[in-house]
């Protein structure tokens, strides 16, 4: 008869204690590569949100530049204008710039046949008088514009960027 005897002090780990430490560690190496996969994907996105801002911001910014510059709407609907600009002293002659947008939604804008934007939800023009009376077609008589853009960056079919301002023509009556 062959005797076993165990003594109390033994060292080391059981198979199964082993296997539950690599379990509880398998749990909390998923819980940090999830937060850290979502944390990625939230910077992502708010860089996405912030370029497309940044060019909406532009973009909207040289239209009223170059309105704002403007001496005559010598053309223009709801979705696009088209401003004569004088020269400036020694500069050349005068020019035309058109903004236009196809209408439906993701369309870009386009200044003269030069993209200037994507994926644009909106682009109203509105048209007015000295008087501050709204002018529908724009004729030689508009003083100001009112610019309304819609950019939808995710292409859920929400805007995601709303921008408006009006525009007084500088040159107007010169």
């Given at each position: 008869?062959?005797?076993?005897?165990?003594?109390?002090?033994?060292?080391?780990?059981?198979?199964?204690?082993?296997?539950?430490?690599?379990?509880?560690?398998?749990l909390?190496?998923?819980?940090?590569?999830?937060?850290?996969?979502?944390?990625?994907?939230?910077?992502?996105?708010?860089?996405s949100?912030?370029?497309?801002?940044?060019?909406?911001?532009?973009?909207?910014?040289?239209m009223?530049?170059?309105?704002?510059?403007?001496?005559?709407v010598?053309?223009?609907?709801?979705?696009?204008i088209a401003?004569?600009?004088?020269?400036l002293?020694?500069?050349g002659?005068?020019?035309?710039?058109?903004?236009?947008?196809?209408?439906?939604?993701?369309n870009?804008?386009?200044?003269?046949?030069?993209?200037?934007?994507s994926?644009?939800?909106?682009?109203?023009?509105?048209y007015?008088?000295?008087?501050?009376g709204?002018?529908?077609p724009?004729?030689d008589?508009?003083?100001?514009?009112?610019?309304?853009?819609?950019?939808?960056?995710d292409?859920?079919?929400?805007?995601?960027?709303?921008?408006?301002?009006?525009?007084?023509?500088?040159?107007?009556?010169?």
């Open positions: 008869m062959i005797k076993i005897y165990y003594t109390k002090n033994q060292k080391g780990f059981s198979l199964i204690e082993m296997m539950v430490v690599v379990v509880i560690l398998g909390m190496v998923l819980g940090l590569v999830t937060f850290f996969t979502g944390g990625t994907k939230s910077w992502v996105a708010g860089q949100q912030l370029k497309a801002q940044r060019e909406a911001r532009q973009a909207i910014d040289r009223v530049r170059e309105i704002r510059h403007g001496e005559l010598t053309g223009g609907s709801i979705n696009n401003v004569d600009i004088p020269a002293e020694g500069a002659p005068e020019y035309n710039v058109t903004y236009s947008w196809g209408g439906a939604s993701g870009p804008i386009y200044r003269n046949t030069n993209l200037l934007i994926n644009v939800k909106i682009l109203d023009f509105s007015y008088d000295n008087s501050g709204q002018i529908s724009p004729n008589t508009v003083s100001k514009v009112h610019i309304d853009l819609q950019v939808d960056v292409n859920d079919g929400n805007p995601d960027i709303t921008l408006n301002t009006d525009v007084n023509l500088r040159n107007f009556g010169l």
